[in-house]
């Protein structure tokens, strides 16, 4: 009798893992969709860099369109808020987490931006700042990193992943088309020799 039930809570939590791998792609395919097209349209800018900061989406002063776009559910989440002047206005753009620790406070940046969006980072002019490091009885010693500092850079290194998929797909996508080139090619010259 009671290995139905654990045959039951087996099939139960099997069932829940293939959907939730499942909805795990969708998700991922739906990322990279997004993320390519956002590269896509990204155009450079050079930007002088006044604050940056962790703050709620209705506190950090955007469009109230981008505001009202967003989904309830992260519209009290705290995102990367960067200001910074653009030629001769100063704007509130949204930044990509892996990023946002490469942003230099009062510092002029070479980036691609996206509508209010900063994907990358070019060339910074100022030094990234350098862990504090703290002396205790002459020896010198690192500052710990948080909780919120590892998964910002864990994060990050999965940007940069995503970003390495997104051109290796591209140069897969090249060499596919040149190999199909070179194929047209070699007929066309079988059909000129014939």
Do not use: H
Request: charge should be positive; hydrophobic fraction near 40%.
């Amino acid at each position: 009798m009671w290995w139905i039930i654990v045959l039951i809570v087996l099939v139960v939590i099997i069932g829940a893992m293939v959907a939730l791998y499942i909805v795990g792609n969708k998700m991922q395919k739906k990322q990279l969709a997004q993320k390519e097209e956002m590269l896509a349209q990204a155009q450079p800018a050079n930007m002088l860099i006044i604050d940056k900061k962790y703050m709620p989406l209705k506190d950090a002063k955007l469009p109230k369109v981008v505001y009202e776009q967003t989904p309830k559910k992260y519209q009290k989440a705290k995102v990367p808020v960067v200001k910074a002047k653009v030629g001769p206005q100063i704007v509130t753009m949204l930044c990509d987490d892996a990023i946002f620790d490469d942003l230099p406070t009062k510092g002029e940046v070479k980036a691609m931006v996206s509508g209010i969006y900063i994907v990358s980072v070019k060339s910074v002019r100022k030094q990234k700042n350098a862990p504090v490091v703290e002396e205790e009885n002459g020896k010198k010693k690192k500052k710990k990193m948080t909780f919120r500092e590892k998964m910002r850079k864990q994060q990050a290194q999965y940007q940069q992943q995503l970003k390495a998929d997104i051109e290796n797909k591209k140069t897969k996508e090249q060499l596919k088309a040149e190999k199909e080139k070179a194929k047209r090619e070699r007929e066309r010259a079988k059909k000129i020799t014939d």
